[in-house]
Nanobody, 120 residues
């Protein structure tokens, strides 16, 4: 069973930075897109950024120029560098990966979520 393990959340002041990491573990699987979503209280989960296996990236308009997603395919890890954080970035951040395990089709896998809180 493939698992996604996140780390790096926490409390930071507005204008500060945080780096999230998400590592995939398991056996006999392949990954397409990896990405980060977030969900603030009372709001729907939204895409923050994603990156394909080839390195193409996609960002929500609200984070363009401030957040950078990257990926280490050898370590099967995706990162989200968050700079110039704003209070409205406060949310639970979830790692997502589109994964195919042996004998199955590609489907979404999710991490457990990590809290990011930005104080004003």
């Amino acid at each position: 069973q493939v698992q996604l393990k996140e780390s790096g959340g926490g409390l930071v002041q507005a204008g500060g930075s945080l780096r999230l990491s998400c590592a995939a573990s398991g056996s006999s699987f392949s990954i397409r897109t990896m990405g980060w979503y977030r969900q603030a209280p009372g709001k729907q989960r939204e895409l923050v950024a994603s990156i394909t296996s080839g390195g193409s990236t996609n960002y929500a308009d609200s984070v363009k120029g401030r957040f950078t997603i990257s990926r280490d395919n050898a370590k099967i890890t995706v990162y989200l560098q968050m700079n110039s954080l704003k209070p409205e970035d406060t949310a639970v951040y979830y790692c997502n990966a589109v994964i195919k395990e042996l004998y199955s089709d590609y489907r979404d896998y999710w991490g457990q979520g990590t809290q990011v809180t930005v104080s004003s």
